[in-house]
């Protein structure tokens, strides 16, 4: 009977014979039991409560008297005009009307009480706060990507240097730090590791002089016995010029200390070099060749070297000297080498400031990061501090770019027009020795006194034409991609590239070599149709840093797509030839 009862209730289920319908719920009798909408006077968020906004203002609905939508302009601009009154008082405030000053503390806190703070550069250093330093930095594009930065110094009295060094800067003339000294100096008073990147001309050379010298300072002076054992710093830089300006800037900085350096590069007499480091040197400035040339001769060791500069990294890189680099920095012993782990650096490079026991220190400057020098970084240094100055591998701000489309038959026309309207001393860039000896002749003829500077020349007559052009003898340096690392020449306004470089690196260094220092420059570049290679970074380049691309560039295929890439050109407009 059961069996029965309940195929029929399956039957009439699934033929639809079921004549009850369920019964809908509604959502109000679904949840009453839910929800207690008795609520307190108290728990009533509609009243503002905040006594700020217990008057509040009100547009002037002014109907009839001739205004726009019923709000009378001129009755709200007086409005505003009578408040701007008004707070500008309150600014000026902290003087009495007697002309009596209020005393520091009661005229600060009434100037905070109306919501005026002072400027980070108005500040004494104990007020600073992270705020302030953040804003710091961005005044400055000084940029922390990473690692433990301490806060930038804004003068050089809050760098806490030796005064021998500050002696040697108020000789100097250096007024005040640039960006990267900012940052970079008191890094190194923390014998912390460092990389730095920052466009040429940013005072690298300074930002990392300071700090190995007022650590050299802090050793015991080379004498006999101890100079076997070779020195205590090394600086390693591409370029033989580079290298001679930096051992020139370490001579001025310590006229007034003990301390002696020297320099080994190639084209000079092996001998020389290796009776000056037997001498006795706390620092040793070299190019990777020369260096590794004495190390293998067995005329240096760097047993006792405990603070190594890589200047000009992705230039080291560049000229193949990757290799090279790592054999030199192998030839350092490890055994002073700090912990990879943060916690543990810390203390040691701690124990170093106390004098404790010497770790080795290493920075890295250069103006871009590529793979190799990510590489070398990771293998040497040990937990770094990461600044950069702008973003890595633009150009610097105080340069206008001026870039020009000519035939190869207009360029020299072009450019006695820019020289006639130019100041010396002027570079002018080209990208073949013969060519640099044809041109300079033509400048010459009219009326110029021009200098040639290329790798063709002995040692000599570079660093003569170098120090010609620097003492004003000469007016105009001719030059290769030569000239573009390690040549600091004052007072430098104008950069013309009569040939335009291979690459968007090239250009960023020739164009370095002026506004320097915080001044303004100017670069001009003749670009042909020999150059489409460079035109897809060189356009990017102009447009990141706010500088004027000419048409003929900016419609140019060429700018459309990197050279090099796989899909140069769409395989939807390629044409095929039936063969």
């Known amino acids: 009977m059961i069996e029965e009862q309940e195929i029929n209730d399956i039957k009439n289920q699934k033929l639809g014979l079921n004549k009850e319908k369920r019964r809908l719920q509604k959502p109000s009798e679904k949840f009453r039991n839910n929800f207690n909408f008795e609520w307190d006077a108290s728990e009533d968020t509609s009243v503002d409560t905040n006594p700020l906004y217990a008057h509040r203002q009100s547009a002037n609905l002014l109907f009839g008297k001739g205004t726009i939508a019923g709000f009378d302009q001129q009755e709200q601009e007086k409005r ?48 600073m706060t992270e705020r302030d330093w953040r804003i710091l930095r961005e005044d400055h594009e000084i940029i922390i990507k990473g690692g433990r930065v301490p806060p930038p110094v804004r003068s050089w009295e809050e760098a806490k240097l030796p005064s021998f060094i500050m002696k040697s800067i108020k000789e100097l003339d250096y007024k005040k730090p640039t960006s990267i000294q900012m940052q970079a100096i008191p890094v190194g008073g923390l014998r912390r590791d460092l990389i730095g990147l920052a466009p040429t001309g940013s005072g690298k050379t300074v930002a990392f002089l300071l700090p190995i010298i007022a650590y050299l300072n802090t050793l015991p002076p080379i004498n006999n016995d101890t100079a076997e054992d070779g020195p205590y710093g090394l600086i390693i830089t591409p370029t033989r010029e580079l290298a001679n300006q930096i051992h020139a800037d370490f001579v001025k900085l310590t006229a007034h200390t003990r301390l002696r350096s020297t320099v080994i590069v190639g084209g000079k007499s092996i001998e020389e070099q290796a009776f000056n480091i037997r001498k006795g040197i706390e620092l040793l400035v070299s190019t990777p060749g020369r260096l590794k040339d004495a190390l293998e001769s067995r005329y240096l060791v760097l047993n006792q070297c405990s603070y190594v500069v890589i200047d000009e990294a992705d230039r080291l890189m560049e000229m193949g000297f990757e290799e090279t680099l790592e054999y030199i920095l192998d030839a350092i012993p490890a055994t002073n080498l700090k912990s990879d782990r943060e916690d543990l650096a810390e203390l040691q490079e701690q124990k170093a400031q106390q004098g404790e026991v010497t770790y080795r220190i290493t920075h890295m400057f250069s103006a871009t990061m590529p793979p190799q020098v990510e590489k070398i970084a990771r293998r040497y240094l040990r937990c770094p501090s990461y600044i950069s100055i702008g973003e890595p591998g633009t150009g610097k701000k105080d340069i206008d770019q001026i870039v020009e489309f000519l035939t190869e038959g207009e360029k020299k026309h072009r450019l006695k027009f820019y020289m006639d309207r130019a100041e010396p001393p002027i570079i002018v860039f080209l990208n073949e020795k013969r060519a640099v000896e044809i041109l300079a002749k033509t400048i010459e003829n009219w009326g110029w006194k021009p200098v040639i500077y290329h790798g063709g020349r002995s040692q000599e007559q570079r660093e003569a034409a170098i120090e010609g052009f620097k003492s004003k003898k000469y007016d105009v340096l001719v030059t290769t991609d030569l000239g573009q690392r390690g040549l600091d020449v004052e007072g430098v306004k104008y950069v013309i590239n009569f040939d335009a470089p291979k690459d968007i690196s090239s250009f960023v260094h020739r164009t370095g070599r002026t506004g320097r220092a915080g001044k303004k420059g100017t670069a001009i570049t003749f670009l042909t149709g020999k150059n489409e290679d460079l035109f897809f970074d060189l356009k990017n380049f102009l447009t990141q840093n706010g500088q004027k691309v000419p048409e003929e560039l900016s419609d140019h295929p060429a700018t459309k797509v990197k050279p090099g890439t796989v899909d140069a050109v769409p395989r939807r407009k390629q044409v095929i030839y039936a063969q």
């Open 80 to 127: 505003t005009i009578e408040y701007e009154d008004a707070l500008r008082k309150a600014r000026n405030m902290s003087e009495e009307p007697n002309g009596e000053q209020k005393p520091d503390g009661e005229r600060r806190h009434k100037r905070l009480e109306l919501g005026h703070t002072k400027h980070w550069s108005e500040k004494p250093l104990s007020d």
